[in-house]
Nanobody, 123 residues
Framework: VQLQASGGGLVQVGGSLRLSCAAS????????MGWYRQAPGKQRELVAA???????NYADSVKGRFTISRDNAKNTVHLQMNSLKPEDTAVYYCNVGTTVQTRGVMSWGGYSWGQGTQVTVSS
């Protein structure tokens, strides 16, 4: 599975960015999709996730400001980030779970990570 993330950049406090991540490769279907972030000197943390059924989960620090969505036809997940704060500065990674089919048998394909995209919020 290959994940291509885009949309990061430099923005001022209070601004907005939209991240996108497109999945391609050999898989049967996509299950959970999510965004994580890692700031310098900190552990990678979950920002938002969305199930195949559309249920969402957000970190408390981004609730009300970030919105995750997915386009199943395009195997793409988006993260709309509004009211950005300096503490949102980090490298953002998309994460996607897939199922695969081999000789008619379905199995879990595991999670894959995107290459990361830098988000910098300046004050």
């Amino acid at each position: 599975v290959q994940l291509q993330a885009s949309g990061g950049g430099l923005v001022q406090v209070g601004g907005s960015l939209r991240l996108s991540c497109a999945a391609s490769g050999n898989f049967f279907s996509i299950s959970d999709m999510g965004w994580y972030r890692q700031a310098p000197g900190k552990q990678r943390e979950l920002v938002a996730a969305i199930t195949s059924g559309g249920s969402t989960n957000y970190a408390d620090s981004v609730k009300g400001r970030f919105t995750i969505s997915r386009d199943n036809a395009k195997n793409t997940v988006h993260l709309q980030m509004n009211s950005l704060k300096p503490e949102d500065t980090a490298v953002y990674y998309c994460n996607v779970g897939t199922t695969v089919q081999t000789r008619g048998v379905m199995s879990w394909g595991g999670y894959s990570w995107g290459q990361g995209t830098q988000v910098t919020v300046s004050s």
